[in-house]
């Protein structure tokens, strides 16, 4: 019997793929389409075989370690303490990013939902940062069964969605499939890969999975496969069912409209409604599982001490602000592209070394060593691809994207320098 105490095989999986599927697939769905056209379920299913290759690594490393905190905990063990705590801060920036696209893309559907213009969305989007934060502070939080209660209703929505696409799939708008060309297929794979991260959130739950050793590789297996084929039939019978110009019309609700053919407004309003509630339940889970990453980093001297000692409802105060004003910062500034480009930047750059690590130490035997080696260069190449396109269509962006990484560096050497007793200064 599991304990009470403890997260199941079943609630495992509601966490890892409410923490994908919570805001990835309402958010970067327009945008995959709108980069790679039909081919959108195959750009997805790219960026679902990277994300299960590092999942499989981070659970080995994860078992190896018998620690939670992913990525950090790998990398101390592995590499210096200096290049994982450097790597931590920029995983906290990646979450900011994903926080704030979350938070765009509630206040898009949100918007829509009750019948305002898209001048009020980055209000909506900020204010329900702000709520859930305070939220968070106050101890509010899902219990296990209501968190199960909404992924698997998530689920069913998109299940039925899936099935009234394909009630209206046309076959002339689906051929020919490659019709923006095979590099737009691998720079939208890249571009949304950030629908993937939230499997991670079971590496920081670690402790609390119900026979972790055995759960937890079974709950990445069956999580993310489930959530590759969501992302592709739901791709699929977009592409299928409406017309290029409503999507690029409807880019950031594309959703949305996949139910009006057969069920009218009342269709469009079940989506919006899921939509709302999937982004702010995503936001709430990600400022959670950054914070308890912070107190982990906080533990080791990788962060100022001010951010993590104040604590309410076992919640650093003052990070849970920065990272909520941040996230707001950067969601008046950043557009949709811009935020998912950053984002899955992020990951792709954390997940490439992951998977080096992974084939450094050995974590997999005989024909299944190719697998980390392959998820790192398949991380780095879409990684180099993506940069490339960012250079090649909006080049300020990346110039941003340089800017915002050379000052998070440069901040991160005055912390070190400024804490000469810094236990990994010299490491």
């Known amino acids: ?238 592409t299928g069912s409406l017309t290029p110009s409503i999507i690029a019309e409807h880019k950031e609700t594309a959703l949305a409209m996949l139910a009006k053919p057969v069920l009218g407004q009342t269709g469009i309003i079940i989506v919006l409604v899921a939509a709302v509630f999937s982004t702010a339940s995503a936001i709430l889970a990600t400022i959670f599982a950054i914070s308890r990453l912070a107190k982990r980093i906080a533990d080791d001297g990788q962060l100022p001490d001010q951010l993590t000692d104040l604590k309410r409802a076992g919640m650093p105060v003052y990070f849970a602000l920065l990272i909520a004003v941040l996230a707001i910062v950067v969601q008046f500034y950043g557009n949709l592209e811009q935020i998912t480009a950053f984002s899955s930047l992020v990951f792709l750059f954390v997940f490439s070394i992951v998977n080096f690590m992974g084939y450094k130490y050995e974590v997999f035997e005989g024909w299944k060593r190719f697998l980390p080696i392959s998820g790192s260069l398949g991380c780095a190449f879409a990684m180099s691809i993506l940069i490339y396109d960012i250079y090649s269509s909006e080049p300020t962006t990346l110039y941003v994207v340089i800017g915002i990484s050379t000052a998070l560096l440069l901040l991160r050497e005055a912390y070190i320098w400024l804490h000469s007793g810094y236990k990994g200064a010299n490491n």
């Open 1 to 238: 019997m599991p304990s009470k105490d403890k997260l199941s095989l079943f609630d495992a999986c509601g966490m890892a793929i409410g923490g994908m599927v919570g805001g990835g697939i309402f958010a970067v769905l327009g945008e995959a389409m709108m980069t790679s056209g039909n081919a959108a379920f195959i750009s997805l299913g790219i960026g679902g075989i990277l994300a299960l290759i590092t999942g499989l690594v981070y659970g080995k490393l994860t078992i190896k370690f018998d620690e939670a905190g992913g990525s950090f905990i790998f990398m101390e063990h592995i590499t210096s303490f200096r290049f994982a705590g450097t790597i931590s801060w920029f995983l906290i920036l990646g979450y900011v990013f994903t926080i704030s696209l979350y938070a765009y893309t509630f206040g898009s559907y949100a918007g829509r939902l009750l019948g305002f213009g898209s001048g009020p969305n980055f209000w909506l989007g900020s204010t329900v940062v702000i709520f859930i934060t305070i939220l968070n502070l106050s101890g509010v939080r899902e219990s296990g069964i209501s968190e199960d209660l909404l992924v698997y209703t998530k689920i069913v929505i998109l299940a039925g969605l899936i099935g009234i696409g394909f009630m209206t799939v046309h076959p002339d708008k689906i051929y020919p499939i490659v019709n923006q060309g095979v590099g737009n297929i691998i720079q939208a794979g890249a571009l949304v890969f950030v629908a993937y991260e939230g499997f991670q959130l079971l590496t920081y739950d670690y402790n609390t999975i119900e026979n972790h050793k055995t759960n937890l590789p079974r709950a990445i297996i069956i999580s993310i496969t489930a959530v590759i084929c969501i992302y592709m039939l739901i791709a699929f019978v977009i």
